[in-house]
């Protein structure tokens, strides 16, 4: 059974760089079936798309974060990754990575969130 | 890129329909079939419970379906149980190859 999780620094300074890295398991990532994407939920919000990747190396990024986002796949170790720079406190969020069907846009399986603080 | 707009609340007494409602534009809700409804209770993953429009994943229950007309889709839950609350999310496809994925604001369902 696929699973998804997530993993890295739960506080991170701000002006730093935010680093997390999803860990695909029970499947490859290298299917042209799937996108892989990360959304994250700030506190008392709602949930916010930050970006979708393909693993040929695809990216599609929310405009709203574009400048400050980058999304990678290494299929070596059947790993996704999200960079965040610049974080501020409203970067502050529980983030999630999740496969999307690439086919019918959606998210069929999330991996359990992680809490990422930006606090000096 | 502004999210799809939801009622930020709605509720029912157990065993009452609710609907909640998800309005986007032309170019997102009203041009593709691409429409999904995620539930999400506090402290959880977002759980699928409506993909294209009206497809239910296998394991969810009946009480839930979903339509759209033009530019706003609908997720229905029939039978209200207690542990239906909680927060819903739509989400749509948008079509453009910079963007992608776009989301509402959320619903928080309440059982009286």
């Known amino acids: 059974q696929l699973q998804l999780q997530e993993s890295g620094p739960g506080l991170v300074k701000p002006s730093e760089t935010l680093s997390l890295t999803c860990s695909v398991s029970?499947?490859?990532?290298?299917?042209?079936?799937?996108?892989w994407g990360w959304i994250r939920q700030a506190p008392g919000t709602g949930l916010e798309w930050i970006g979708s990747?393909?693993?040929?190396?695809?990216?599609y990024y929310n405009p709203s974060l574009k400048s400050r986002v980058t999304i990678s796949v290494d299929t070596s170790k059947n790993q996704f990754s999200l960079k965040v720079n610049s974080v501020t406190a409203a970067d502050t969020a529980v983030y999630y990575c999740?496969?999307?069907?690439?086919?019918?846009?959606?998210?069929?399986?999330w991996g359990r969130g992680t809490l990422v603080t930006v606090s000096s | 890129q502004s999210a799809l707009t939801q009622p930020a609340s709605v509720s029912g007494s157990p065993g009452q329909p609710i609907t909640i409602s998800c309005t986007g534009t032309?170019?997102?809700?009203?041009?593709?079939?691409?429409v999904s409804w995620y539930q999400k209770h506090p402290g959880k993953a977002p759980k699928l419970v409506i993909y294209?429009?009206?497809e239910r994943p296998s394991g969810v229950s009946n009480r839930f379906s979903g339509s759209k007309s033009g530019n706003t889709a609908s997720l229905t839950i029939s039978g209200l149980q207690a542990e239906d609350e909680a927060d819903y999310y739509c989400?749509?496809?948008?079509?453009?190859?910079?963007?992608?994925?776009?989301f509402g604001g959320g619903t928080k369902l309440t059982v009286l």
């Open positions: 999740a496969r999307l069907i690439r086919a019918n846009r959606y998210f069929d399986l």
């Open positions: 029970g499947d490859s990532i290298s299917s042209s079936s799937f996108l």
């Open positions: 990747i393909l693993y040929r190396g695809s990216t």
């Open positions: 032309s170019s997102d809700v009203g041009a593709y079939t691409f």
């Open positions: 294209e429009v009206s």
């Open positions: 989400c749509s496809y948008t079509g453009t190859t910079t963007s992608d994925i776009i």
